[in-house]
């Protein structure tokens, strides 16, 4: 069962919080694991009590040529490619807080090579998915189809 589009940007939209880390800790290849950093950027902080500098960890999906099929009943994913994330130097992420611990919502990360003033992959924004890369990781990605995904973030963009 495929997912509305909406229903990620409805998460961005409804996510407590929303900032860029720069990546200190990065996933393995082929692995969904945790990425760590301190933040550098917060554009939304629901729980108020985060601070530049304080370092956040959280789990990442990789796309990694898996279909995307449901990791629970009717949800669908959207991941990064290892080589963006391999190649990125920051995330802009959305994230919940549960006990402490942080969550991705909806698969809501944006690869950077260097934060921004303002969100790359904002709320109301006309990206329909979680997943955004800049095209600064894009071309310095080895291995991963640029073409391919410069068209679909192009349309994107264009829309």
Known sequence: MA???????KARDEA????????DRR????V?????????????DGTRRLSR?????FEIK??????DGPPMPGRQFVGLEWEWIRKARYVE?????FGGCHTLCWDQATALMRPTQSPVNPPGGI???????????LHSAEGSDVKLWSRIFSWFRSK
């Open 3 to 9: 997912i509305n589009p909406d229903f990620w940007m």
């Open 16 to 23: 407590p919080i929303h900032v860029q880390i720069r990546l």
């Open 27 to 30: 996933p393995t290849p082929d």
């Open 32 to 44: 969904d694991s945790l990425v760590s950093g301190p933040i550098v950027r917060i554009f939304r």
């Open 53 to 57: 500098g304080d370092i956040l960890t």
């Open 62 to 67: 990789l796309w990694n040529g898996r279909p």
């Open 93 to 97: 992420a959305y994230l919940d807080e």
């Open 127 to 137: 990206n329909p998915y979680g997943v955004l890369v800049t095209d600064e990781v």
